[in-house]
């Protein structure tokens, strides 16, 4: 059995997936004091335990700790000269008219920035760095008071000329043999300085804390005698307990990472490698793309308002979740978010003393969720608490109407998310299949579809638990990178093939047997992005034309005399998880339940009420309907038709 | 009135999101660093009439003055025709100083003109006497670059306009991605009118300009002002020395944000003139910052505010006056000057901030570079002022060392804030920057510079912060200067801090 765990804010996920394709989910309450607790509580009751051979974990330590600042006491050692980069940031302001806002401060204090008297540039090193300054850097860090729980080192020009670092990292493991150090050679060998040195401390800050959860969780469940634990990437790999302790900051998007994963899976079980995926949860909507077969990667992320430049799948959040608070502005526009009822008190008719209306609250006045069948967390839903909000809003419609408002206002701001993830990268949503997932994201597929122009939407199965099915079957994956900036007509083939071999050779220590797969960040010359192409063979011409196409069809242009420059190259060493079969003997159902009236597009209509999680294959949806299931609802609308494939999934296209 | 509570914001989104499109294709295609690095550049979509519908949120004084860029385009002989692609950098035809370069798409829907897509880059090379084309001495515009008044870009405009600079790779690349820009705007506006229909969405951009500016007037009808007035002052036009004066009368009445500049200096001999489409953009960025955050930026607001400028003075310039300063240096002033008349009037603005782009190009033949860096911004009612930061009319990003250096025959020694330099105050203001360069080949270099001699000013009692300085091997500079330099020479600049706001209290500072 594999199992993947998802640890969320609200809930913990489970699912896992037996070698005969049986799937099992299970829901329970996070802990987020010791997140472990929650993951064995939903562990524990499998049977027989020792079955186990891979769980997969999806955490959000990282990413609470970023945003709760919640990390460790951290140094930087920099440049002499530059000691307030990560203050200077980019110099712009955070918000171009509330004069008064200022970004978040820097992950270190200002007081424990040591520089170093050094200096390197484009061409090798300017000002040496002395055997005594190392020496008085080590001293300067050993007399900080309290002294720091781990340290970042970054100096200019590292990325390309890295032995001062490595110099001074030596130096302060010898002086400081307990002390986590990141350099920004090791953790982003990238040019840009404040992102680098910005991205270098959010490792040492996350180490710590990661590191040492990720040694408690892997005794506990060495204890259980589960065969192997590996943990989630941002990039959508998995990394074994030991590695990711030393990539901390590689695990901030961690469990966003689990649903694209899972999308994908999806994608690929029901034959649609194209996929917009859109995870909608309690307080934001999260978008990503999946490109034949491969999730998009992002390399220029901020999370809880620090830059972190490490490879990761697109995630563009925006503040639209079942628990978004909806009100009126002064000018007379419907606003939903970014204002949350979250988990407590929730939205209205939850009846755990929320008053203000949310997107869960209009659905449900829609009668688009039933308020007999409970929702994930076992609350029934209170329909008069949902109406009683919603006409305090002081809108002169009845509570229908200002519902389909609210669903409608929510659906334009993730149909932007979506929009900024395809249309604005160049990808044209019309030939992809929208896969909403998340407890709320299936009801609002046919809305989004109909706003991108899309034809297919796929509901997964088991919509409320996809990012725990993408953990389960997740490959293993090491994202590998080296900076290599020459342009691309100087470079001999077997240039390449020599900066490619020490990256070969790593991915093939960390994932032995794997596959490895080789690309390469290129860009026209004084372009300041790149444009990540995958590189077959050693040609540098056969470089060029895969950048050409990728670039006319990103931005629309490609000026094929232009010089092309190549700046980083990548290995991705990976071993797939197995596709899971998705066979469920438990998928009978054939019909409808009972009817029941809903609210779509201001009229009242009788839509058939389906069991999502039992449908069997071949079946075939009329839209208007309801698929109501244990951790998720989705609705087809009129005009669209379902159909269950074998694998579980929905697949929903216009008729 | 037709778009509902709900319509108003699913059709503000769907545009918003075609004005973020554009920004972002130019920005990740463009090639120079100032664009791409510095993001100097903004894209809006504007209705047929020639209104700003929406606009991707980058350079404020950008905001206001590419309306009048549109109705050049609309006022030539033929009119535009869709598809059509027009240039012009021309500051008296639609242009703000001659390295904004401005293509504007006139939108094919259904077989006519449904709206423009607008993108605005700064180039930093336009030709003229210096490289970087911001030449400190200029007298006239003629020496500024060369003039690109609206045309239709055809291969032979681009052919003339590229004969003219120092850097034609450059231009010719970013001017596709400009290109491509306005394109990805057109074929996003076709998208919505697929989608929604034509005439709903033509109903929808008029309904979103109604509600802004009704927003804007109900929130500055809340605003009592009458007769406010302030005079503030730009430190010499780089020709001369000496003080030139900008004055304003603010009013506020029935919602409509009115400035008057009778007062104001003539025009200069130097270059800190600018049109009055730069004016309008420094008052609309004032008016901005009073509004709720969630108005949106478009031509709606516009409509609340009048200017008024007698011609020919400063702020109102006539050909053939030089304007490099003008958009970077006299917007700034602009604003510090509205704002100060506002807090005498008792509303609660924050104190000054830098209230200088420092603007600083180098170049050779064959290279130019161009930047402006951050200083403190001023201290408001309730919050510090932020540090290292751009304050008013700019918001460009730096350009990264391991850029600068691995691109540009310069290196830097200190990229620092400057600890001291806000003023103090209840809340003190944000720290200035001190940015200095060392310089490893003969080139020339012009600095733009404003608040050397007279001080961000502190509001409600609290302390000016700082002035700036410019100091090339130790020695001081003023504040707008040409300069030949040499391998080994260094170039010092330390930026003004912000303003504080309120006296200070004992224990009790920012």
Known sequence: VRVGVDVGGTFTDLVALADDGTIEVRKVVTTPEDPAVGLFHALDPLKPPHAVELLVHGTTIATNALLERRGARIALVTTKGFEDLLWLRRQDRAALYDLARDHPPPLVARSDVVGVAERTGPAGVLEPLGEDEVQRVVAALRALVPPPDALAVALLFAFRHAEHERRLVAALREALPNVPIAASHEVLPVFREFERASTTTVEAYLRPKVSAYLGRLERDVRARGIGMLRVMTSSGGTLSPGAAAGRAASLALSGPAGGVIGARLVGAAVGLPDLLTLDMGGTSADASLVSGGTPLGDGGGVVAGIPLALPAVLIETVSAGG???????????????????????????????????????????????????????????????????????????????????????????????????????GFDPRRMALLPFGGAGPLFGCQLAEALGMRTIVIPPHPGALSALGLASAAERVDLIASFHRPLDDVPSGDLGAAFAPLLEEGRGQIPGGALLRYADCRFAGQGYEVTVPVTGDDPRRIREAFLVEHRARFGHAASDQPVELVNLRVVALREGPLPRFADLRRVVQRPGASRPITLRGARVSASVWALDELAAGVTIAGPAILAGRNATALVEAGWRGMVHQCGAVLVQRT | ????????????????????????????????????????????????????????????????????????????????????????????????????????????????????????????????????????????????????????????????????????????????????????????????????????????????????????????????????????????????????????????????????????????RGNVNCPLAVARSAVLFVVHTLLPEDVPTNGGVQRAVRITAPPGCLVNARFPSAVAAGNVETSQRIADTVFLALAAGGIAVPAQGQGTMNNVTFGA??????????????????????????????????????????????????????????????????????????????????????????????????????????????????????????????????????????????????
């Open chain 1, 323 to 425: 628990g978004s608070i909806a009100r009126i502005d002064e000018g007379g526009a419907l606003k939903v978010g970014p204002e949350s009822a979250g988990a407590v008190p929730g939205p209205a008719c939850y009846g755990r003393g929320g008053a203000r209306p949310t997107v869960t609250d209009a659905c449900l006045v829609l009668r688009w969720l039933d308020a007999q069948h409970p929702l994930a967390d076992a609350v029934r839903l209170d329909r008069d608490a949902a109406e009683q909000a919603l006409s305090s809003l002081g809108m002169a419609s009845d509570a229908s109407a200002i519902a389909a408002g609210i669903v409608a206002v929510a659906a334009a701001v993730m149909a932007r998310a979506l929009k900024r993830v395809s249309v604005a990268r």
């Open chain 2, 1 to 268: 009135m037709t778009l509902d509570a709900v319509g108003l914001e699913v059709m503000g989104h769907a545009f918003a999101s075609i004005a973020e499109e554009m920004g972002l294709v130019l920005i990740h295609s463009a090639v120079s660093p100032n664009i791409r690095e510095r993001r100097d550049c903004s894209a809006a979509l504007f209705d047929a009439a020639g209104e700003m519908i929406a606009q991707a949120a980058h350079i404020p004084v950008h905001l206001g003055a590419m309306q009048e860029s549109v109705a050049a385009a609309r006022g030539l002989a033929p009119p535009p025709a869709p598809g059509d692609i027009f240039i012009l950098n021309d500051p008296y035809t639609g242009g703000s100083h001659l390295p904004d370069i401005t293509l504007i798409g006139a939108i094919e829907v259904d077989g006519a003109v449904g709206g423009y897509s607008v993108v605005r880059a700064h180039h930093s090379d336009v030709g003229g006497v210096q490289a970087g084309s911001m030449p400190a001495g200029a007298r006239e515009i003629f020496a500024e670059g060369v003039i690109v008044p609206p045309l239709r870009l055809t291969d032979d405009v681009e052919r003339f306009l590229l004969a003219n600079v120092r850097t034609p790779e450059t231009r010719r690349a970013d001017l596709a991605a400009q290109r491509a820009a306005v394109k990805r705007g057109a074929e996003g506006l076709r998208g919505m009118a697929a989608r929604y229909g034509w005439a709903a969405v033509r109903e929808a951009a008029t309904d979103l300009l109604d509600y802004a500016e009704r927003r804007a007037r109900d929130a500055l009808g809340r605003l009592k002002a009458t007769d406010l007035t302030a005079t503030d002052w730009l430190e010499g036009d780089g020709a001369g020395d000496a003080d030139l004066g900008v004055s304003v009368r603010v009013d506020i009445a029935d919602g409509v944000f009115h400035v008057d500049f009778t007062g104001t200096a003539p025009a200069a």
């Open chain 2, 365 to 510: 033949s064959g290279w130019t570079y161009y930047e402006t860096i951050g200083g403190g911004q001023g201290a408001s009612h309730g919050a510090p002022g932020p540090s290292g930061v751009h304050v008013g009319m700019s918001n460009t990003r730096n350009t990264p060392i391991e850029v600068l250096e691995m691109d540009y025959p310069l290196r830097l020694k200190t990229y620092a804030l400057r600890r001291g330099s806000g003023g103090g105050g209840r809340w003190s203001g944000g720290e200035g920057v001190i940015r200095e360069f060392e310089v490893l080949a003969p080139m020339e270099a012009s600095i733009l510079a404003e608040r050397r001699r007279h001080a961000p000013r502190g509001a409600a009692g609290g302390r000016d912060g700082e002035r700036g300085s410019t100091c090339l091997n130790d020695v001081p500079l003023a504040p707008k200067v040409s300069v030949s330099l040499a391998p080994g020479d260094v170039l010092r600049l330390e930026t003004p801090g912000g303003g504080g706001w309120g006296k200070p209290e004992r224990g009790d500072n920012g």
